[in-house]
């Protein structure tokens, strides 16, 4: 059988899929990732200006790599791959996705059950009194970088940076969906950030279908992957697609 048609069929009968997503996801959306050749993270060391060691150091260096982030964000738009995930939730065929994007680009695509293990750049929070804040242009271009209209301390995006602990809430709901899907999607991730590089194994130590689409093979391909797809997301993605719908 053709490989595309028999991953549409195991979406199709399998009772639980939930997708688990990276950075590769949102490449063709315009927004570069971590690994790899690209613009943003040659000239930022994400391990350096994404450790919250460095935010707190320097929040005035960090603002500059984070304000390049904001532009590539605000003026991203969901790509295919989002758009194939989004319809396999309104078809019934998706329960969950779990992302380690930051971009919300799920969401604007459409899905409605989104577990953001990383947080979301689409608010800012008072690393003292945690008073958030829309995210907003004017605020972002606030110089030397956005602070805290009630205590004047600096603003950070809502996510996640290095070093710092995963929300208990947030990591239990991710772990009780790899726990529970009888399917598993890896789209476009490196599996190198941990804890969130774990929910695979978890899904597999249940004995999940495991299926992966990347542009090269990861730490997960040989040891749990029951299909590997090579290949962009939404390439790959649209021919599962097109198999489901016909
Ligand atoms: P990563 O950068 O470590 O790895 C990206 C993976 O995507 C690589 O394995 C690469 O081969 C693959 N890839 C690249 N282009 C692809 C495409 N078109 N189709 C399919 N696969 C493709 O990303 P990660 O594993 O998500 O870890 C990086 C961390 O950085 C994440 O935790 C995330 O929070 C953060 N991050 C987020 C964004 C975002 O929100 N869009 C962007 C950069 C980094
Ligand atoms: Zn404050």
Redesign the pocket.
């Known amino acids: 059988m053709d490989l595309y048609k028999e991953i549409a069929e195991l979406i199709k009968t399998s009772n639980y899929v939930v997708v688990f997503t ?7 959306s315009g ?6 050749p690209n613009g943003l993270w040659s000239k930022y060391d994400p391990e350096e200006f994404a450790h919250i060691k460095s935010f707190l150091k320097n929040p005035f260096k960090v603002w500059g790599m984070l304000r390049d982030m904001f532009y590539l964000i605000y003026n991203s738009k969901p790509n295919l791959a989002h758009k194939v995930l989004a319809e396999l939730e309104k078809l019934g065929y998706l329960k969950s996705i779990i992302t ?4 919300g680009l799920h969401q604007l695509a459409g899905n409605k059950k989104v577990i953001e293990y ?1 947080g979301n750049y689409r608010k800012l929070i008072c690393i003292n009194c945690k008073n958030s804040y829309p995210l907003e242009k004017q605020k972002i271009q606030e110089l030397p970088y956005p602070i805290c209209n009630n205590c004047q301390a600096p603003l950070k995006p809502d996510v996640i940076f290095f070093g710092e602990p995963i929300p208990l809430d947030i990591m239990k709901q991710a772990e009780e969906e790899a726990l529970k899907c009888s399917l598993m999607l890896i ?7 941990y804890p ?1 590089a774990n929910l695979p194994y978890i899904a597999k130590s249940n004995e999940a279908i495991i299926i992966e ?4 093979q ?1 730490s997960y391909t040989y040891s749990i992957s029951d299909y590997f797809l090579k290949g ?2 939404g390439e790959m993605l649209f021919k599962i697609f097109q198999n489901i719908i016909t």
């Open positions: 990276g950075a590769g996801i949102s490449v063709e927004i570069p990732p971590f690994r790899g380690q994007n930051i971009d990383h789209i476009g991730t490196s599996g190198m950030v969130a689409i990347n542009l090269e990861t962009k997301a």
